[in-house]
């Protein structure tokens, strides 16, 4: 069920106005985290979030930046939390995480939680990214619509990323807004990543999950996008062949998400 989803993160937000901007150091890195559950445990790990592990993260020193559940079924509507986490480095990240794991509390929170059986049907991925030069703040905050968020990958073939990313610095970020989408962050893989040099992730913003299709089909038939698209591949696309080259999984913010 969530085979599809696994491939996209391991194979691998116009701006709003949010109240708190979260805005990454050079030094900093963001985390992007995937947890499967077993089945019908989905509701036991949310609780577990929202009532403990969300606070205890900030205690030990990472900063929550937004928690999604996909939309559909075979991306893991039913058993997957995606979040990203923010923290001052790669090794503050592990420290954290140990600080975290022997922390009392959330030793009784997970215990408690655990009565009725497991939660997590294997460990987390962990994926560390840096943001682009182009991303916009990472900011968290309430937009004025229950909107959804996509979250998309791009693989690009060997000595491709360069391009790429000069293609969405010049053209394809300026079009998605003209389109009607809202860029929340865009990020690569960081350098001790096998990834880093053929990956890029990045988290649209949709009014609705229509809305984000329909901003797609104007975007991709855009006279401007197609003359871009057609200029930066001269030699060969910027993208491997489908599937692989252009992941997108569609999410839904949770209760307790920092960015909604």
Not at 25 to 50: M, Q
Not at 223 to 241: C, Y
């Amino acid at each position: 069920m969530t085979r599809r989803l696994l491939l996209t993160l391991s194979s691998v937000f116009a701006l709003s106005s949010f109240p708190a901007s979260v805005s990454a150091a050079p030094s900093e890195v963001y985390e992007l985290r995937i947890y499967t559950t077993n089945e019908g445990k989905l509701d036991a790990l949310l609780a577990r979030f929202r009532d403990h592990t969300c606070r205890l993260f900030e205690k030990h020193g990472m900063t929550n930046i937004g928690y999604w559940v996909p939309l559909a079924e075979e991306d893991g509507a039913s058993n997957t939390l995606i979040y990203i986490l923010k923290h001052a480095s790669e090794e503050a990240a592990k420290t954290s995480f140990a600080a975290f794991g022997k922390d009392p509390e959330w030793q009784a929170a997970r215990k408690a939680s655990e009565e009725g059986g497991k939660i997590l049907a294997k460990p987390p991925q962990s994926i560390f990214m840096q943001t682009t030069d182009y991303s916009p703040p990472i900011q968290t905050g309430s937009a004025d619509s229950s909107r959804v968020f996509e979250l998309r990958t791009y693989t690009t073939p060997p000595g491709k990323l360069d391009a790429l990313h000069e293609r969405f610095r010049n053209h394809t970020m300026k079009l998605f807004s003209k389109h009607g989408m809202t860029h929340i962050g865009y990020w690569t893989p960081t350098p001790s990543s096998p990834d880093a040099d053929h990956k890029l992730i990045y988290i649209l913003s949709h009014a609705s999950h229509e809305a984000g299709l329909a901003s797609f089909t104007a975007f991709r038939q855009d006279p401007e996008w197609i003359t871009a698209k057609a200029a930066s591949e001269k030699d060969g696309s910027l993208t491997l062949p489908q599937p692989e080259g252009v992941k997108s999984i569609y999410l839904r913010p949770t209760d307790f998400s920092p960015t909604r």
